[in-house]
């Protein structure tokens, strides 16, 4: 079965800091997919990043990035000089198949950025 | 284009009521999903559908029931509604590329009481 955690709850910054988000997942398949959503505080879900098992190559785009470590079972999240607008549940999730048919997602991190 | 539309955006039913939520794509997607959100969680599969014809259940499909007789409509039926199926419904699209981004619709906030 797999799993995701996401073990911070609420997570507070002072704008401009750096934040990471942490996600631990757990899956017996050599192939899986994971993926980030952020969810802001008028509750749209927008999809920022999918990654498959074979590329652990980190992703950088604009402020944000992702460090994948297979030897960890991680997928975190990384926003560079924080803002206000980044303030936000972030999902992070995981899925045994190419599609988004099975997606187990993580119960989030709230991140709050204070200005 | 105006993406994944999603109808009503709140609605109240009583218990053993039904009601269809309806989701609309534009971007002539061939996979479509429904989600639900229950207050402080991610999102949980209802069902989903690979293409026109084709639909299939996911984590949590019991009260519910879907269709998709056109590549662009995916509705989701609630047949008795329960207070259990009160939550955030969201529908979402995806073309099917490997590295194709998932849409989501604004949500349907139900309460069912």
């Known amino acids: 079965a797999q799993k995701v955690t996401q073990a911070q709850t609420e997570i507070s910054v002072v704008e401009k800091e750096d934040v990471t988000l942490d996600c631990v997942y757990e899956?017996?398949?050599?192939?899986?997919?994971l993926f980030w959503y952020k969810q802001p505080p008028s509750g749209e879900l927008v999809f920022l990043i999918r990654?498959?098992?074979?590329?652990?190559q980190n992703e950088i785009s604009g402020r944000y990035s992702w460090n994948f470590q297979k030897s960890t079972s991680s997928f975190n999240f990384t926003i560079t000089a924080s803002q206000v607008v980044d303030s936000a549940v972030y999902f992070c999730?995981?899925?045994?198949?190419?599609?988004?048919?099975?997606?187990?997602f993580g119960t989030g991190t709230k991140l709050q950025v204070i200005p | 284009n105006a993406g994944v539309t999603q109808t009503p955006k709140f609605r109240i039913l009583k218990i053993g009521q039904s009601m269809t939520l309806q989701c609309t794509q534009d971007?002539?997607?061939?996979?479509m999903y429904w989600y639900r959100q229950d207050p402080g969680m991610g999102l949980k599969l209802i069902y989903y559908?690979?293409?026109?014809?084709?639909?299939d259940k996911g984590e949590v499909p019991n009260g519910y029931n879907v269709s998709r007789s056109t590549t662009e409509d995916f509705p989701l039926r609630l047949e008795l509604a329960a207070p259990s199926q009160t939550s955030v419904y969201f529908c979402?699209?995806?073309?099917?590329?490997?590295?194709?981004?998932?849409?989501f619709g604004p949500g349907t906030r139900l309460t069912v009481l």
């Open positions: 971007m002539n997607h061939n996979y």
């Open positions: 979402a699209s995806y073309r099917g590329g490997a590295t194709d981004t998932q849409y």
């Open positions: 559908s690979v293409g026109a014809g084709i639909t």
């Open positions: 899956t017996r398949d050599t192939t899986y997919y």
């Open positions: 990654r498959n098992s074979f590329d652990e």
């Open positions: 999730a995981l899925s045994e198949e190419g599609g988004y048919q099975k997606v187990t």
